[in-house]
């Protein structure tokens, strides 16, 4: 079997298969190892499993070259010295980081790294999880250096930002930093050298700074909507012609598998001394309550249809991990709601075409601002739109 020159472990998700792609694309021979044999097949078959612009193409363009080679087996790994680990450190029941299914999966590949190997961490861990790693394949007799360098782009636009935003590379050694270096040279980003947890910290703090802006905003909207006054009127009246609050974003859900993780993973890495991190996940998580209280209270939801437009966490995605369009439904079922949900992306048999759940609702939220909701004919309707996706910000 021909040598590979990388090795991406997890390479059919949102993170591993555009960072595949984009590597292929610049002439290297690349191996995706991954579980998902359906996802597999699929990307063997010239089909992307997710929206992400420009990578169906891409695809399509690299599979006849011969430079993509897909299997679920993690032999892979014997044909390369170098290996990206696409394997995240999720949180569980309690908010708190879980190490079990990166443990696992160090346990299937280290009987096929090979001395001298890089091993790159591209996902976000937990602080000092780099140097866990190293530690742990030292120890097993393993000669390899690990690197931590996180990928930082926002889904739907990864193919464009990976050749466009600096790359951080967490290094501990000189030869981690030269073999990293290398390897995202053909990339053509520049390099910011640190130390693993300086990386690792530098890719939390990042998320974590999002996720408290968006909570400032949504806060800031639940203020002046319990004042009685139009929001969109404040909130010209901060923005307009005004440098220093351009930034200050609009409320609306703050989900997805990223934000309110890797906060969590801050606050659990810093005990009992992140108040602003918990408070920002109290008001995000809390905005969907926000809502149906607020409706429950103007007229009780039982016996009424809510309709739910939009279950992605984000416009123009296809992704429902960790949407809050899910704890909205739930809560305004738990009132005593019929709820109807719809979205053009996300495929779910429980979902119903848009035009059932515009003509057969009483209430309308749009919970996810995809560009197809614009042009919606909702006039005189009770719709609840906090994004502004429709017009003006309502509840």
Same mark, same amino acid.
């Given at each position: 079997?021909?040598?590979?020159?990388?090795?991406?472990?997890?390479?059919?998700?949102?993170?591993?298969?555009?960072?595949?792609?984009?590597?292929?694309?610049?002439?290297?021979?690349?191996?995706?190892?991954?579980?998902?044999?359906?996802?597999?097949?699929?990307?063997?078959?010239?089909?992307?499993?997710?929206?992400?612009?420009?990578?169906?193409?891409?695809?399509?363009?690299?599979?006849?070259?011969?430079?993509?080679?897909?299997?679920?087996?993690?032999?892979?790994?014997?044909? @390369?010295?170098?290996?990206?680990?696409?394997?995240?450190?999720?949180?569980?029941?309690?908010?708190?980081?879980?190490?079990?299914?990166?443990?696992?999966?160090?346990?299937?590949?280290?009987?096929?790294?090979?001395?001298?190997?890089?091993?790159?961490?591209?996902?976000?861990?937990?602080?000092?999880?780099?140097?866990?790693?190293?530690?742990?394949?030292?120890?097993?007799?393993?000669?390899?250096?690990?690197?931590?360098?996180?990928?930082?782009?926002?889904?739907?636009?990864?193919?464009?930002?990976?050749?466009?935003?600096?790359?951080?590379?967490?290094?501990?050694?000189?030869?981690?930093?030269?073999?990293?270096?290398?390897?995202?040279?053909?990339?053509?980003? @520049?390099?910011?050298?640190?130390?693993?947890?300086?990386?690792?910290?530098?890719?939390?703090?990042?998320?974590?700074?999002?996720?408290?802006?968006?909570?400032?905003?949504?806060?800031?909207?639940?203020?002046?909507?319990?004042?009685?006054?139009?929001?969109?009127?404040?909130?010209?009246?901060?923005?307009?012609?005004?440098?220093?609050?351009?930034?200050?974003?609009?409320?609306?859900?703050?989900?997805?598998?990223?934000?309110?993780?890797?906060?969590?993973?801050?606050?659990?890495?810093?005990?009992?001394?992140?108040?602003?991190?918990?408070?920002?996940?109290?008001?995000?998580?809390?905005?969907?309550?926000?809502?149906?209280?607020?409706?429950?209270?103007?007229?009780?939801?039982?016996?009424?249809?809510?309709?739910?437009?939009?279950?992605?966490?984000?416009?123009?995605?296809?992704?429902?991990?960790?949407?809050?369009?899910?704890?909205?439904?739930?809560?305004?079922?738990?009132?005593?709601?019929?709820?109807?949900? @719809?979205?053009?992306?996300?495929?779910?048999?429980?979902?119903?075409?848009?035009?059932?759940?515009?003509?057969?609702?009483?209430?309308?939220?749009?919970?996810?601002?995809?560009?197809?909701?614009?042009?919606?004919?909702?006039?005189?309707?009770?719709?609840?739109?906090?994004?502004?996706? @429709?017009?003006?910000?309502?509840?």
């Amino acid at each position: 079997m021909d040598p590979l020159d990388v090795v991406i472990v997890g390479g059919c998700g949102h993170v591993g298969l555009p960072l595949a792609l984009s590597l292929a694309d610049s002439g290297y021979r690349v191996g995706i190892d991954d579980i998902d044999t359906a996802k597999i097949a699929q990307v063997r078959s010239g089909s992307v499993p997710f929206l992400e612009n420009g990578a169906e193409a891409l695809l399509k363009k690299i599979l006849p070259s011969g430079r993509l080679e897909l299997s679920a087996d993690p032999s892979l790994l014997t044909r @390369t010295d170098t290996v990206i680990l696409v394997i995240g450190t999720p949180i569980d029941e309690f908010m708190n980081p879980s190490v079990r299914v990166f443990d696992r999966v160090l346990d299937d590949l280290m009987p096929h790294l090979r001395d001298g190997s890089l091993v790159v961490l591209r996902s976000t861990v937990f602080p000092g999880t780099t140097e866990t790693v190293q530690r742990r394949l030292r120890a097993a007799g393993l000669d390899v250096e690990v690197v931590f360098c996180p990928e930082r782009i926002a889904e739907g636009h990864a193919l464009e930002e990976i050749r466009s935003l600096p790359q951080l590379i967490g290094a501990t050694s000189d030869r981690g930093f030269e073999k990293a270096s290398r390897l995202f040279e053909p990339l053509g980003v @520049t390099v910011v050298r640190t130390t693993p947890l300086e990386a690792e910290l530098a890719k939390l703090l990042t998320n974590t700074w999002r996720y408290m802006k968006f909570a400032i905003a949504n806060q800031f909207f639940q203020i002046v909507h319990r004042s009685g006054l139009d929001y969109n009127n404040v909130l010209d009246a901060i923005r307009r012609d005004y440098p220093r609050a351009a930034d200050l974003p609009g409320p609306g859900f703050a989900a997805g598998p990223c934000l309110l993780k890797d906060t969590m993973q801050l606050s659990a890495f810093t005990p009992d001394h992140f108040p602003m991190g918990q408070a920002a996940m109290q008001i995000n998580e809390g905005l969907p309550n926000y809502i149906v209280d607020t409706l429950n209270s103007r007229q009780p939801l039982a016996g009424r249809t809510v309709g739910i437009l939009g279950m992605a966490f984000k416009g123009e995605s296809d992704d429902p991990r960790a949407s809050l369009s899910y704890k909205l439904r739930k809560l305004a079922a738990f009132k005593g709601a019929t709820v109807l949900c @719809t979205d053009p992306f996300v495929q779910d048999p429980t979902f119903v075409p848009l035009e059932k759940v515009v003509a057969e609702s009483d209430v309308i939220v749009i919970a996810a601002p995809h560009k197809a909701y614009r042009a919606l004919e909702l006039q005189g309707r009770d719709v609840v739109d906090v994004w502004g996706i @429709t017009g003006p910000i309502r509840l």
